[in-house]
Nanobody, 127 residues
Framework: QVQLVESGGGLVQPGGSLRLSCAVSGRTSSRTTMAWFRQAPGKARESVAAISAMGGTTYYTNAVKGRFTISRDNAKNTVYLQMNNLQPEDTAVYYC????????????????????WGQGTQVTVLS
């Protein structure tokens, strides 16, 4: 079993930055593929970014490329999402997710392939 706890959300002005954290505990957390998803009000949950077990491979949805960076510190069992130049359309609840399978380009953004989810953290960018 894996437990995920997100933190770092908040209220920010357009152009501002936030860093989300996801604390991972349970089964050998350093071997998990990790990802961030988000769900805006009235919309379906969508993928944001994913990172391989050792951090060597990352994927991003087009809307956040160049602004967001996913990283991980396996010694601290923590995954991060650095979000820069935030815009009102980034307003959403952000979820951390994990799976014990290899990160592939073909399914990194498939929610159905992730086994564990956090409770989410709210990010609000003022408009």
């Amino acid at each position: 079993q894996v437990q995920l706890v997100e933190s770092g959300g908040g209220l920010v002005q357009p152009g501002g930055s936030l860093r989300l954290s996801c604390a991972v505990s349970g089964r050998t957390s350093s071997r998990t593929t990790m990802a961030w998803f988000r769900q805006a009000p009235g919309k379906a949950r969508e993928s944001v970014a994913a990172i391989s077990a050792m951090g060597g491979t990352t994927y991003y949805t087009n809307a956040v490329k160049g602004r967001f960076t996913i990283s991980r510190d396996n010694a601290k069992n923590t995954v991060y999402l650095q979000m820069n130049n935030l815009q009102p359309e980034d307003t959403a609840v952000y979820y951390c997710a994990a799976k014990y399978t290899t990160l592939y380009s073909t399914d990194w953004d498939s929610q159905a392939t992730y086994d564990y989810w956090g409770q989410g953290t709210q990010v609000t960018v003022l408009s």
